[in-house]
């Protein structure tokens, strides 16, 4: 199995502020790639696939970028609504796998 | 609203047998690849099992021939029949709908329970 290996494991950062979640992957993947937010309690949410794509209805400061083994999610000036765990998950070979997650924290 | 809900949850003894299943709305199962994920408690994303539009079907390595995903057209939903339960089949376990191209997965429930202990 392809493993997912996210950093860091958890953040703290401030209402305005800017973070990135990286997420390496044990071998090429391509940009078969996915991120999502889960907050306590529900199920997870898709915010990216294809490494890059914004799925519809997700705000635009959510991006991703990256091809290969490396990924990055970047959120842009932080909004409380934010705080969640997040994953990355590749989708290139079965089994579809996913990162150990990033808490994200608003100060 | 499209959606998926989950049921059937609940605590089992180790050994035990228990069937989940999942109820979208909004879609139909019939045209759909659907997954189902568990998270244990305070862990991450594992997924479980998956079934094409055409009816073949998936799991992962670790189900051993012990849970059997299937489909019911008529009823619009999924099941996941789950035998031969262990302690570390403990969690919460989620409905996803399959996003093609690729096995990203855009809905999911809010998932249902499994408690495997004696």
């Known amino acids: 199995d392809i493993q997912m290996t996210q950093s860091p494991s958890s953040v703290s950062a401030s209402v305005g502020d800017r973070v990135t979640i990286t997420c390496q992957a044990s071998q090429d993947i391509g940009d078969w790639l996915a991120w999502y937010q889960q907050q306590p309690g529900k199920g997870p949410k898709l915010l990216i696939y294809?490494?890059?794509n914004l799925q519809s209805g997700v705000p635009s400061r959510f991006t991703g970028s990256g091809s290969g083994t490396s990924f990055t999610l970047t959120i842009s000036s932080l909004q409380p609504e934010d705080s969640a765990a997040y994953y990355c998950?590749?989708?290139?070979?079965?089994?579809?796998?996913f990162g150990q997650g990033t808490r994200l924290e608003i100060k | 609203e499209v959606q998926v809900v989950e049921s059937g949850g609940g605590l089992i003894q180790p050994g035990g047998s228990l069937r989940l299943s999942c109820a979208p709305s909004?879609?139909?199962?019939?045209?759909?690849?659907m997954s189902w994920v568990r998270q244990a408690p305070g862990k991450g994303l594992q997924w479980v099992s998956g079934?094409?539009?055409?009816?073949?079907?998936y799991y992962g390595g670790f189900v051993k021939g012990r849970f059997t995903i299937s489909r019911d057209s008529s009823r619009n939903t999924i099941s996941l029949q789950m035998d031969s339960l262990r302690v570390d089949d403990t969690a919460v376990y989620f409905c996803?709908?399959?996003?093609?191209?690729?096995?990203?997965?855009?809905?999911w429930g809010r998932g249902a329970l499994v408690s495997v202990s004696s």
């Open positions: 079934i094409y539009s055409s009816g073949r079907t």
């Open positions: 996803a709908r399959v996003y093609q191209p690729g096995w990203y997965f855009d809905l």
């Open positions: 909004g879609f139909n199962v019939s045209g759909s690849y």
């Open positions: 294809a490494a890059a």
């Open positions: 998950q590749q989708a290139k070979t079965f089994p579809p796998t």
